[in-house]
């Protein structure tokens, strides 16, 4: 995994991040970024787990230099290039939600209901990490 920060924006399609050639980055690889939410821990050991995070967006690769890369949004064709019949629920819309996920229902304790919180705004100082 490769992680760094977004250090300038250009557009709103257009994002730099200080990582490149130099720490593994190549054209076309694929990005998130990602806002911490918060802490979550083991309600039965009381152990944490982590901190919970959401995706603010989902990048591709444009442009890579020895120490920085150019990152847009990754073109929704792209992703449904590669998705296939068993992972087509498991594909992301442009909000970031999986695509056919607000169509189906869990049966759970409405009384543990924590939320979802809204993704901010992408900032300067925003976490990067590759995907696989």
């Known amino acids: ?14 994002l730099i991040a200080n ?22 821990v083991d309600p ?11 995706i603010k967006a989902r990048l591709v690769a444009m442009h890579v230099q020895p120490h920085l890369v150019t990152l847009m949004p990754l ?15 498991m594909a992301w819309d442009a909000r970031g939600v999986p695509i ?11 009384s543990q209901i924590s939320g979802r919180r809204r993704a901010e705004a992408i900032r300067i100082g925003d976490t990067v990490r590759s995907v696989s």
Request: net charge negative; glycine share 10%.
């Open 1 to 14: 995994m490769i992680e760094g920060r977004i250090v300038r924006i250009v557009d709103e399609r257009t």
């Open 19 to 40: 990582i490149g050639a130099d720490q593994g980055v190549s054209i076309g690889q694929h990005f998130v970024i990602v806002q911490p939410v918060e802490a979550v």
């Open 44 to 54: 039965q050991t009381n152990e944490s787990l982590g901190v919970w995070e959401m």
């Open 75 to 89: 073109p929704s064709g792209e992703r449904a290039q590669q998705t296939t019949v068993l992972s087509q629920r």
């Open 100 to 110: 056919g996920s607000e169509d189906v229902s869990l049966s759970v304790d409405h």
